[in-house]
């Protein structure tokens, strides 16, 4: 017996409908070829052009979307910095109040109004969420603290902060500037 064997075609690629049409052959004595596929090809090319002026549309929309974005952006930072300036003025009018003081009044009368000056500013701090790191009598965080000086101090505990050279503050959980501190060391 034997085996009858058929023979193997390749597949034919698929290809897009525009490249398949544009490959088939013109009829005879047709130089643009059939009538049917040619109106399937210029269907095509129209859906083709209409496609890419979509995503041009697209990409112009995105590309005007982004630049509100950062316009709006950069008007809300404007915004938040101007909010903070007027309320700095008052503070800054006290200081030159200050200023303008007649010295004959008394050391005592101008640490109080210094001291007036320190507290609103420290209430307009906390009123945009800004709060004083506490660091003295804490364990040192580097987190939070900037040792500049260790020291050996029999009363205190190992790491503790001992000193504060510089306040640091926080902006809710955001760290603004650490406080500078000196800690003690066994």
Known sequence: MTAHRQEETP??????????????????????????????YDAACAERDEY??????????FDNYRKRVERERREAASAGIAELVEALLPIVD?????LAADPAAGVEAYRAGVE??????????????????QA???????RLH????????PGSRD???IEQF?????????????????????
């Open 11 to 40: 597949e034919t690629p698929v290809r897009p409908e525009a490249e398949r049409l544009a490959a088939a052959p013109a009829a005879p004595g047709d130089a643009t070829g059939s009538p049917p596929a040619r109106e399937a």
């Open 52 to 61: 890419r002026d979509l995503l041009l549309r697209k990409a112009a929309e």
């Open 94 to 98: 006290d200081f030159e109040r200050a």
């Open 116 to 133: 007036l000056i320190h507290r609103q500013l420290m209430d307009l701090l906390a009123r945009f969420g800004v709060t004083p790191i």
């Open 136 to 142: 003295v009598g804490t364990d040192f965080d580097p």
């Open 146 to 153: 900037e040792a500049v000086l260790t020291e050996a101090n």
């Open 159 to 161: 790491g503790e902060v």
């Open 166 to 186: 510089r306040r640091g503050y926080l902006l809710a959980d955001r760290l603004l500037r650490p406080a500078m501190v000196k800690v003690a060391k066994a």
